[in-house]
């Protein structure tokens, strides 16, 4: 594919975009040196003696990043495969199945990701541009008053710049092939793609982005385009709008080198934070494999060598504390286990509601308690108690000060808790103390029925309008009627998507009808039918 032309129309207005590019680039060896400043003193928290005041301002150190906010479904189902370069393996579709667990029912939804032959499957080289248009997409949106519409106009130099690389002609040219490659590569969805507005998880077939026109193409109205324009899919911009996102650190994900690494950083975001509270999460081995379309390799050492060099830099980069590969309970296969890295727990935001507070009531024998096993000695202990204000959070703060005891070497550890609590040493909002544990614990129990009842009655949903389209077709239009409605579409959907297979094609037109057959039925919509069928007839 060539794309000489319009190579050339941008290269006449980059002048502007090369000054721009330049002064990035002195505010990105600016935050280079902000960065390593704040690497060293995590460096030293980590590895060197702790003394009071450099613990106390721990948390005014962790560095404010800035996040790219991207829609989950895309970043999270294994539609981009690590890979250095082209292979023929990358021109055959692939399928993803994923377990499910609701109500103690498991679930298997599957994903198919369907290559355009001559372009194959998206690569993390597709996500890292991807990632970049997603940050255009936020701002977009916060310029529009927090809705993002069709179409997304932007400048390749734009889409360079924010991926930090040279304004070179084969670079433009690679960005004009990643929107042909999103716009041509299908998704099958077989209750993977969640959309968020309707709150079910779609069983259709999708794509990316609708339709591209590059920079000097032909709009719908007739003009020229002066940039590139992408209609993202209706399905993406029902979850943008809806803020089904997941926030990735684009500064750090920029810098890693292994493919395999930069895959797993957006799927890390749903692993970390979903086992937040045990501070370690494993995951299958072939689960792994078949996600990031991986060769299953069969000896311990093997897989070492295949994964090793990308889980260790994630944990140089702070996403991960430790990793190990393990047999699984059977004895039958392999686990990745992995901790939680202090990467994780800066970025975080608060989650919770405000922290409990300690009284000097029934609370103050449990603090004293705490203190003593802590080798503090019962007479300092209850004269510091005394002097500290009611409202301190002490239980929270000797929790607080556990977790740095254990980074570091406090030479005198007892001490080092009188000190810390004389100077009310501040709890950070993403630190996780038991109170707060406690507390998550219920809203994660009331957040998981909710959950429930609502995958059973979207469901319910989809049973009822599958159910209605399959009695018109049956009993009003008959088996040979949608059948030939099914050929008539066939051109349509041969012209949108001509490089898709023939069988593929065929259910997409199927879908076609079954969608027009669906829109012109007299259906309740989701909220009636909640109403109508009512709770207490779900189960």
């Known amino acids: 594919m060539k794309y000489g032309n319009a190579v050339g129309l941008e290269h006449q207005v980059a002048p502007l975009g090369h000054q721009i ?64 370069s082209r292979s023929q393996g990358e021109l055959r579709e692939k ?25 194959g499957l998206p690569t993390t080289a597709d996500q890292d541009k991807y990632l970049a248009f997603q940050k255009i997409v936020n701002d977009r949106r916060m310029q529009q008053g927090g809705v ?65 026109v590059i920079m000097g193409g032909e709009l719908p109205d007739g003009r020229i385009a002066d940039s590139n324009y ?26 890693l080198r292994n493919n395999i690494a930069k895959a797993l950083v957006p799927l890390l975001q749903l692993w970390l934070y979903a086992s937040r509270a045990n501070g370690v999460f494993e995951k299958r081995y072939d689960d792994l494999c078949e996600l990031l379309s991986l060769r299953p390799q069969r000896y311990a050492s093997d897989i070492q060598k295949q994964l090793g060099p990308s889980l260790d830099e994630l944990q140089a980069k702070g996403f991960l504390a430790s990793w190990s590969l393990e047999l699984t309970n059977d004895g039958r296969a392999f686990k990745i286990t992995a901790c939680h890295g202090a990467k994780f727990f800066a970025d975080q935001r608060s989650r919770t509601g405000p922290p409990a507070r300690i009284g000097d009531g029934d609370q103050s ?33 000797i929790e607080y000060i556990d977790s740095i005891i254990k980074r570091g070497r406090i030479e005198n550890p007892p001490g080092f808790y009188v000190s810390m609590l004389k100077s009310n ?51 009003i239009l008959g088996e040979d009627q949608f059948k030939a409605l099914v050929i008539t579409k066939l051109p349509e959907c041969r012209k949108r998507y001509p490089t898709v297979p ?19 039925l007299p259906l309740l919509s989701y909220e009636q039918f909640k109403d109508d069928v009512g709770q207490s007839r779900l189960f």
């Not at 992408?230 to 810098?255: A, C, K």
């Not at 023939?502 to 012109?520: F, G, K, P, Y």
């Open 21 to 84: 590019v330049v002064a990035l680039y002195l505010v990105f060896l600016l935050t280079i040196g902000l960065k390593l400043k704040s690497n060293n003193v995590k460096t030293a928290l980590t590895h060197t003696k702790i003394s009071p005041r450099v613990a106390a301002s721990e948390v005014a150190t962790l560095a404010v990043r800035d996040f790219v906010r991207v829609e989950k479904n895309l970043s999270t189902m294994g539609f981009f495969t690590p890979s250095k």
């Open 95 to 119: 399928v993803i199945r994923f377990r499910r667990d609701v109500g103690g029912k498991t679930i298997i939804a599957e994903a198919t990701i369907i290559p355009s032959v001559p372009l």
């Open 148 to 212: 993002v519409a069709n179409p997304v106009r932007f400048t390749s130099s734009e889409l360079l710049a924010i991926l930090g690389v040279g304004q070179a002609g084969k670079n433009y040219s690679e960005v004009y092939e990643w929107l042909e490659r999103l716009a041509a590569t299908t998704i099958r969805s077989q209750g993977v793609v969640f959309l968020a507005r309707r709150k079910v998880y779609a069983r259709d077939i999708f794509h990316v982005f609708d339709r591209v």
């Open 230 to 255: 992408v209609w993202l899919s209706s399905w993406q911009l029902e979850n943008i709008n809806q803020n089904y996102l997941l926030p990735v650190d684009f500064e750090t994900y920029r810098g």
């Open 365 to 397: 024998p449990a603090v004293l308690e705490a203190l003593v096993k802590r080798n503090v000695v019962e007479g300092q202990a209850k004269k510091l108690l005394r002097s500290l204000p009611p409202e301190q959070q002490v239980q929270d703060q």
């Open 425 to 475: 040493i501040p709890v950070p909002d993403d630190f996780e103390t038991s109170a707060r544990r406690r507390a998550r614990e219920v809203r994660d129990r009331e957040n998981l029925e909710r959950q429930m009842i609502e995958f059973e009655r979207s469901s319910r949903y989809e049973e009822y309008v599958r159910a209605e389209v399959d009695r018109q077709v049956r009993e």
């Open 502 to 520: 023939d069988a593929t094609l065929a259910e997409i037109a199927e879908s076609s009808v079954r969608i027009d057959i669906r829109d012109s």
